[in-house]
């Protein structure tokens, strides 16, 4: 699927439920990402979930709906003004990174 078809898909839910559902809805797959991530975690650094696939399989499928969630911001928002921020914020990153052991 391309990217314009992507985004008239979102413009068609944002004209089906409203903006504020679709604010709604990117809550509730981030904290669906948040949930699956420590399950994630639990798996891989403790042990638990021993051989249940399912535990990546649903990381990688709320990672999904979360970047379907933030190519929808970024168009609600501006992607030009979302790549500046980002910008800036990675400068931030690097520097971190590269005074990390100084």
Known sequence: MTKE???KIYEEATKKWGVVAQYDQCI???AELIVAIN?????CVYGEYKNKPEIE???IEELADVTMC???MKHFFGEDKIEAS???KLA?????IDNFDK
């Open 28 to 30: 509730e797959e981030m």
């Open 92 to 96: 931030k990153f690097k520097k971190q």
């Open 86 to 88: 980002l910008e800036v």
């Open 39 to 43: 399950k994630y975690k639990r798996k």
């Open 5 to 7: 078809e992507r985004l």
């Open 70 to 72: 933030i190519e929808q």
């Open 57 to 59: 399989e649903n990381l």
